[in-house]
């Protein structure tokens, strides 16, 4: 640990990042004076080109072409640092008022050195580790030139069909925002004074994951009180963490698609948020409209697009081909052209591209860097959840002779990286059969017969051959799992079971009675349900990355203990979704007397099974509920105890509890704190997550947590569409997951 230490120390000067950069009401600051200036000194044509983003599919010729006459403002995908520098030069040295293009790529979980996917870091509860991850990666970025990355992504994401829940950190608003805060953080650094800055670019706004039946890009029906209580805080939350930029949803809500939304856009993000960076479309989203039905071409698209308040637009040139005309026509205000360039030229500055927009050639590079792969490491083992330990199967024993290693995702480098990886070199990818090669190779026979070549190959002929080396075998690891495909953009799936004849191998390798060890590698929560009932443990990574394999093996041999924790549910079958923690309560809740199919009697009358919210087939409770996670050791909760049990709502609640490591290992526990607002003037979710922590605790130890929730935390959205905390009586559980905890009550009063 001491080596993250180092790295907290040596990166905290750089997070100690000013937010009072982004204040609103900037009039006299001398950056807005320049920006003034150099607006007042340009034409309409240049004014529009900086609101147009090309992609480097375009030859550098033709890139270089556009630059040099002002019509380039950002160049999404070039990271050749020649190429930037080459296109740099031109925008400043040729073109006529010599302003930097600002250079995007999806950074999404590192740029070389690949972290846990999001859903992966999400699952860590570590913000200061996924702080310097996203830092890490700002590093390697911004040292072949790109300046900018579209993440973090922090869509709310309740449907595990849908791909892109692996881009972001699951289900819960507040795991989210506090995520997103870190992120931001990381990406951006110390700014203009941070040579290593990058503008983090929060999407898809807004509602993205909400996706019609997980399917990608459908359109999502979000009233606006849910919209507020649940999507947009963790957007809200990258303003305040200061947020350079922010990218539109493709999808239409309740009709209007993101790029359109004027509510969104300006209401919401300029007036209430005050956020004063600026808006990009996504990909081609603003042409999108067009198949929406939303615009009849692009020239109203255009219209549509820039008039909501999208100030540069990815790659669909309707903004290039058609502003000036609605300019003239009269359909655009010049005022409106003007806010959007202002808006991105105001990063343009925060960024230092003015001053410095080249990169430096022939430094040392600083790909998978000790540090960064040591950092990468970190993040795989905190990101990997324990969901069953049956007897105490794992940790397995050093001094275990013969393990056999089954399964297509034990050694499938590429595909343990997961989505979203454009940079990352697989070569550089250690697996788990490799770091159990390399530590254990000369004391374990390790037999390793993959029986499958990869997630979804369906031919069963090598499953024999895993069979008989599992009968060798004192412990059989089976790593199944998505390849990285399988989730992502666009990859939305109708069956969350382990594809190809993966449940086959484990239940073929599981008939020889050998303790069987299930490691899942997927982007998304799968319905492993029958898979954990025939394994002795299972641990959950979500595409842990480069380091991802040394992760795991520590794990497995216990020189590190589990610790993470669901960031999502997990649905015991796919007819279950949506299924998440913080439900509203309905007028008839599950109350865990739940007759099941099975057991239902003939004839049974009507009422006969209560009446109540669950299916007769799957019951009301998920497989794994939300914030779930074992370790090697226990936790014991106690001696919950609240400052006061009538706060007013300027008043924090502080709260105290013990801790204590009850087991024999050393192991850290995410502490999590969650409350119900019992009654307000419309339904409260169930359940709602206030507070995290994790705690370390050796063997034995006990230890006071302190929690302090301002009671202005405790505000929704209620009846009136206003955000205020209602008096009336709460219920807190401090807890190691969304079920289980310790509960005390209190109540707000006027
Ligand atoms: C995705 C965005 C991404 C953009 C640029 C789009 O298809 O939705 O998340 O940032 O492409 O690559």
Redesign the pocket.
């Known amino acids: 640990m001491k080596w993250i230490k180092f790295l907290m120390a040596s990166y905290a000067s750089l997070f100690l990042f000013s937010s009072s950069l982004m204040a609103v009401g900037v009039k006299n600051d001398p950056v807005e004076k320049k920006i003034d200036k150099l607006i007042s000194r340009m034409t309409l044509e240049e004014k529009i080109g900086q609101m147009n983003q090309i992609s480097s599919f375009e030859s550098i010729e033709t890139m270089g072409e556009f630059v040099k006459k002002g019509s380039i403002g950002s160049i999404?995908?070039e990271i050749d640092p020649i190429k930037i520098n080459t296109l740099q030069r031109i925008a400043v040295e040729e073109s006529r008022l010599g302003i930097p293009l600002l250079i995007?790529?999806?950074v999404?979980h590192g740029f070389k050195t690949i972290f846990p996917i999001p859903l992966g870091q999400a699952a860590t509860f570590d913000p200061e580790l996924v702080k310097i991850g996203a830092h890490i990666a700002a590093v390697e970025a911004s040292s072949v030139g790109i300046k900018w990355t579209?993440?973090p992504?922090v869509d709310i994401a309740r449907d595990p069909r849908w791909g892109?829940i692996a881009?972001g950190c699951g289900e819960d608003p507040y795991l989210t925002s506090v995520m997103a805060i870190a992120m931001v953080e990381g990406f951006q650094g110390n700014g203009s004074n941070d040579p290593t800055c990058i503008a983090a670019?929060p999407?898809?706004f807004v509602g993205?994951g909400a996706a019609e039946g997980g399917r990608d890009y459908n359109s999502t029906f979000l009233p606006e009180r849910l919209l507020r209580n649940v999507y947009l805080p963790p957007f809200e939350a990258s303003v305040k963490a200061g947020a350079y930029t922010f990218?539109t949803?493709?999808n239409d809500n309740d009709g209007v698609p993101s790029s359109g939304n004027e509510f969104i856009l300006k209401q919401v993000l300029r007036k209430e948020w005050g956020f004063d960076g600026f808006v990009v479309s996504?990909?081609?989203?603003v042409r999108e409209m067009i198949s929406h039905g939303f615009a009849a071409d692009d020239k109203e698209a255009a219209m549509k697009a820039v008039n909501a308040g999208v100030n540069m637009e990815?790659?669909s040139m309707t903004y290039f081909n058609h502003l000036k005309e609605l300019i003239k026509e009269g359909k655009v205000k010049q005022e409106t052209i003007d806010d959007a360039v202002r808006n991105i030229l105001r990063i343009k500055f925060r960024l230092g591209l003015f001053e410095n927009p080249f990169v430096e050639l022939n430094k040392p590079s600083v790909m998978y860097s000790e540090t960064h792969l040591e950092a990468a490491r970190r993040a795989a083992t905190e990101s990997v959840i324990l969901l069953k330990n049956d007897n105490q199967t794992l940790p397995l024993d050093e001094n275990i002779k013969t393990i056999a290693v089954i399964g297509p995702m034990a050694d499938a480098p590429y595909e343990q990286m997961g989505t979203?990886v454009f940079d990352g070199d697989k070569a550089f990818t250690i697996t788990p059969l490799n770091a159990l090669k390399e530590k254990y190779g000369n004391k374990i026979n390790i037999i390793f017969e993959p029986a499958l070549a990869y997630s979804r190959d369906k031919n069963t002929d090598g499953i024999a051959k895993a069979v008989k080396a599992s009968e060798q075998a004192d412990a059989v690891l089976v790593f199944v799992g998505e390849e990285s495909i399988l989730s992502g953009?666009?990859h939305c799936l109708a069956d969350l079971n382990l594809q190809g004849a993966q449940s086959e191998l484990i239940e073929a390798v599981a008939k020889t009675g050998k303790p069987v060890i299930t490691v899942v590698m997927a982007g998304r929560p799968l319905t492993i349900t029958k898979e954990a009932a025939l394994s002795s443990a299972v641990l959950y990574s979500f595409h842990p990355g480069t380091m991802g394999g040394p992760a795991i093996v520590d794990l497995l041999f216990g020189e590190e203990v589990p610790s993470g924790k669901t960031p999502v549910t997990f649905p015991k079958t796919v007819g279950q979704i949506p299924v998440y923690y913080a439900h509203n309560s309905s007028g008839r809740p599950a109350n865990g007397e739940e007759t099941l199919i099975d057991d239902i009697p003939l004839e049974a009358g009507q009422t006969s099974l209560g009446n109540r919210s669950f299916y007769l087939d799957a019951g009301s409770e998920p497989l794994y509920p939300f914030g779930y996670g074992l370790s090697y050791t226990t936790f014991e909760y106690g001696n919950i105890k609240i400052s006061s049990s009538e706060l007013k709502k300027n008043d924090i609640l502080k709260l105290s509890f013990d801790l204590k490591n009850t087991g024999k290992y050393a192991g850290t526990e995410v502490a999590q704190l969650y409350i119900q607002d019992k009654v307000g003037s419309v339904t409260r979710p169930v359940k709602e997550l206030k507070r995290f922590t994790r705690v370390t605790l050796q063997p034995g130890e006990k230890r006071t947590v302190n929690f302090e929730l301002p009671v202005e935390e405790l505000a929704f959205w209620n009846i009136d569409m206003k955000k205020v905390v209602e008096p009336g009586d709460f219920n807190l559980w401090v807890g190691g997951n969304s079920c289980d905890g310790k509960e005390i009550s209190f109540k707000v009063i006027e």
């Open positions: 999404i995908n995007g790529r999806d999404i579209f993440a992504m892109r881009e670019c999407k898809h993205y990218m949803s493709f996504d990909w081609a989203s990815m790659v979203w953009e666009a």
